[in-house]
Structures are given as structure tokens and as C-alpha cells.
């Protein structure tokens, strides 16, 4: 099966301070990934669709300029928190999908920021 | 704008019942997702449905779809503690697309 791989698993950080979280499809090309964020006991919530070579789309009501996301690589997209801020800290989830049925998703990224 | 609604948000049931979580979708859609969540985990797929009158059994878990109705449903058999988890269902947003738009997750407690 596709396997998708999300780093780190969690990370604690400052506020005001930076953080960068990768997504890579391990044994597949994804054109696109998705980055969803989620809220304790929340559902998931789309923030951006990355894609290969171009910019990122944002969902409304989601800071581009807070949320960097760069897909440099057809297995490899990041999402850079920028000046984080405790109302940042959620769980982050990458997804992609290699143009059949179905999305992978990675194991999430618990972000906490202090 | 593609919404997805689930209910019941909370469920609480005996071991060996027989229950059923409903999702509803307001737009037309090619594709229906069901994902299982444990506490501090990502999402584990369960059931991918493709068309009107699907239906997909794993274990004591059967989910079907009605596109007519935009309806999809879990079915638990007999329920087991080891199902307690928050089910999510989702619908693409977009045909051939895998962007998902989820609902609103139902937590599930199994009582022994």
C-alpha cells in the first residue's frame, strides 16, 4: 500500500519562534498533498492543497503568509508555522493522493506552542 | 460548498448491540469515506465507496452509500470494545479529486 510519512510526530516549541513539519509519500509520486489541521476533539479541517511546482491554494480564513507550504518534490511537501502562537498548537495531518481513489494519510504532527 | 454532516456526535452502546452513524452530504459527490481515529492517531481508512448502492463489509463494520439520498452509513454488528474510536466520514469535493471535506466525527464508546 501507499505509505505517508509525517515529521516530526510532535514538537514543542516557543512562541514567536518557527516550525517546519514534512510530509513524504515513501513509495509513490503525489502531484498534489493536502494539509488538514485539527482541534482537539474537532474534525479535520482542509487549510491547503499543495502542489508540485506551483503555489500552494489556501482555504478561506487560512493566513498564507502564516502557513507556508512548499512542494518541492513530487514526494515532498512542508508546512512552515511561522511565529507560532499557542492558538496554533493542533494536530497537523498531510495527505496525498496518487490520482486514484483514494488519499494517504501521514500519522500527524501534534504541535504545542508555549 | 460541499458540507458533510454526521450524526450521532456522541454514541455510547452496550457490547453486542447493533448500531448505525449516518452521514449526510449536500452536494453531488464520486466518492465516500469512512476513516477510523484513536485517541493521539491519525486517521486509519476503513471503507472507500464509488457508487450508488455500494456496500462494504470488514468485520463487524459495514458502511454503505446512497448517492440519491447523499446518505452513507456505518453499521456496527455486535458491538466489541475494541471499536471505541471517533469514525469520520468524508466526501471529495471535487470528481477525481482527493481532497476531502470531512464530518463532524462521531465518538463512539463501547461499555462492556
Known amino acids: 500500500g501507499a505509505v505517508v510519512s509525517q515529521h516530526p510526530s510532535w514538537v514543542i516549541c516557543k512562541s514567536g519562534t518557527s516550525v517546519k513539519i514534512e510530509c513524504r509519500s515513501l513509495?509513490?509520486?503525489?502531484?498534489?498533498m493536502f494539509w488538514y489541521r485539527q482541534f482537539p476533539k474537532q474534525s479535520l479541517m482542509l487549510m491547503a492543497t499543495s502542489n508540485e511546482g506551483s503555489k500552494a491554494t489556501y482555504e478561506q480564513g487560512v493566513e498564507k503568509d502564516k502557513f507556508l507550504i512548499n512542494h518541492a518534490s513530487l514526494t515532498l511537501s512542508t508546512l512552515t508555522v511561522t511565529s507560532a502562537h499557542p492558538e496554533d498548537s493542533s494536530f497537523y495531518i498531510c495527505?496525498?493522493?496518487?490520482?486514484?481513489?483514494?488519499?494517504?494519510f501521514g500519522q500527524g504532527t501534534r504541535l504545542t506552542v508555549v | 460548498e460541499l458540507k458533510v454532516e454526521q450524526n450521532p456526535l456522541f454514541l455510547s452502546m452496550q457490547e453486542g448491540k447493533n448500531y448505525t452513524i449516518y452521514c449526510n452530504y449536500s452536494t453531488t459527490s464520486d466518492r465516500l469515506y469512512w476513516y477510523r481515529q484513536d485517541p493521539g492517531k491519525s486517521l486509519e481508512s476503513l471503507f472507500v465507496l464509488l457508487s450508488n448502492g455500494a456496500v462494504k463489509q470488514e468485520g463487524r463494520l459495514m458502511a454503505s452509500l446512497d448517492t440519491k439520498a447523499r446518505l452513507s452509513t456505518l453499521h456496527i454488528t455486535a458491538a466489541v470494545h475494541d471499536l471505541s474510536a471517533t469514525y469520520f466520514c468524508?466526501?471529495?469535493?471535487?470528481?477525481?479529486?482527493?481532497?476531502?471535506?470531512f464530518g463532524t466525527g462521531t465518538r463512539l464508546t463501547i461499555i462492556p
Open positions: 495527505s496525498a493522493g496518487r490520482g486514484g481513489t483514494e488519499a494517504f
Open positions: 513509495d509513490f509520486q503525489a502531484t498534489t
Open positions: 468524508a466526501a471529495n469535493s471535487r470528481f477525481g479529486n482527493e481532497k476531502l471535506t
